[in-house]
């Protein structure tokens, strides 16, 4: 297919406002690792790590583009990684205690719905100073802030 088409087609099937692949991915990583531990916890056994590559086959998904998501997270301190044959990925607290805020930020950054609402950004539109609907868009990236709050990685797994 063309590029151009391609890049077209794909855009069109985004919406303007939209989670990332990469936050999809990390809350599918996070739900199975919070199921894992459900199911171990219910059978009271010791918790056992769940590896990435086991997520990747499951889901048939790309383990190379999991691998770095995961890694994401680790940094983002939602997920532990213990080495060796056995190893895997285990969750660094309960799900009911993981905000969806949480994962988007330690996957993209922090959550705004127009760059100059970026702490981290250096340049904005040349109206930043006398921007007429930023207060706005101010007040509606506060909302979808405590929204995003507001929901945990417990409701991923029911």
């Given amino acids: 297919m063309n590029k151009k088409i391609e890049t077209s087609l794909r855009n069109k099937t985004r919406?303007?406002?939209h989670?990332?692949?990469?936050?999809?991915?990390g809350i599918l990583?996070?739900?199975t690792l919070a199921k894992a531990e459900k199911l171990r916890s219910e059978a009271q056994k010791e918790p056992v790590s769940t590896s990435i590559k086991q997520i990747a086959e499951e889901n048939s998904l790309s383990f190379l583009f999991?691998?770095?998501i995961a890694q994401k997270l680790s940094k983002a301190k939602l997920i532990?990684?213990?080495r060796g044959k056995f190893g895997?990925?285990?969750?660094t607290k309960k799900p009911e205690k993981i905000t969806l805020k949480e994962i988007i930020e330690g996957l993209?950054?922090?959550i705004s719905v127009v760059p100059c609402l970026?702490?981290?950004?250096t340049t904005c539109c040349k109206k930043n100073k006398k921007c007429a609907i930023k207060a706005h868009l101010s007040a509606l990236n506060k909302e979808m802030e405590n929204f995003f709050l507001s929901k945990t990685l417990d409701s991923f797994t029911k």
């Fill in 118 to 121: 970026r702490a981290d950004t």
């Fill in 108 to 110: 993209e950054g922090k």
């Fill in 80 to 82: 532990a990684s213990e």
């Fill in 15 to 17: 919406g303007a406002l």
């Fill in 29 to 31: 990583i996070l739900a």
């Fill in 66 to 68: 999991l691998q770095k």
């Fill in 19 to 25: 989670l990332t692949q990469q936050v999809d991915y």
């Fill in 88 to 91: 895997g990925y285990t969750l």
